[in-house]
């Protein structure tokens, strides 16, 4: 039986105390969901004399299909530049999933339209295509992303540790290049407290900016999912 309305936004606000894939990482999970998933998000980062905050950010994973999965995803921003704050609703995306590999390795694409529906910025719409893949080598999985974003293009590797049922911790790598090569290093947690809830969590920060300061982020990543 498919969850009604009542149970989404009860588990949105399960979520709210606790301050986007089911990933904290920039590498997102190679495999589409199986259920219907909600995640909720806080995020802060700091570059310079500039601090935004996503508080929170909310996303809605669909499983269309075994290899095929829909998320939504849209939220709050905060951001605070020159002594001056803006705040409001930030950019909404809409993005797929679809593996179409599985054998020893996995491969997936990850199309991404993002709308400028957000009150603190003026990027502007874009779209951006993925290509994930994945090995698992026993308790360590190999994962990674190449793609690009209208004139930039983008890539992150991370490792994945699996310390027990429960618990896994990653390392990563994650670049991007537009005016020039933007590459940081991040550091999380993937937490399973019970059949239905996962906690993410990821600390990193700029290793080389070309383009700009120095930046330094924080992420916490509540995941619901309705078996």
């Not at 199309?111 to 090995?135: K, R, Y």
Request: charged residues 25%; hydrophobic residues 40%.
């Amino acid at each position: 039986m498919q969850p009604g309305p009542t149970r989404i936004a009860a588990a949105a606000l399960c979520c709210w105390p606790l301050a986007s894939f089911a990933s904290p990482f920039e590498v997102p999970d190679v495999d589409p969901e199986e259920y219907l998933e909600l995640k909720t998000t806080f995020e802060r980062e700091s570059s310079g004399d500039e601090r935004e905050w996503d508080a929170p950010q909310f996303e809605l994973t669909f499983p269309l299909a075994e290899d095929l999965e829909l998320s939504l995803e849209t939220g709050y921003a905060i951001i605070e530049e020159d002594g001056e704050s803006h705040s409001g609703l930030s950019d909404s995306e809409v993005s797929a999933k679809w593996r179409f590999h599985d054998r020893g390795t996995t491969l997936t694409l990850q199309p991404a339209f993002t709308f400028d529906t957000g009150h603190t910025d003026d990027e502007g719409d874009a779209f951006s295509l993925g290509l994930l893949a994945a090995h698992s080598f026993g308790p360590l999985e190999l994962s990674g992303r190449i793609g690009v974003e209208e004139d930039e293009t983008f890539g992150s590797i991370l490792f994945l540790f699996t310390v027990s049922e429960d618990l896994r911790l990653g390392a990563a790598l994650a670049g991007d290049h537009d005016e020039g090569l933007h590459l940081r290093g991040n550091l999380g947690v993937k937490w399973e407290l019970s059949e239905n809830i996962e906690i993410q969590a990821l600390i990193g920060r700029t290793i080389e900016n070309e383009v700009g300061p120095p930046a330094t982020r924080a992420k916490l990543v509540i995941v619901y999912e309705f078996r």
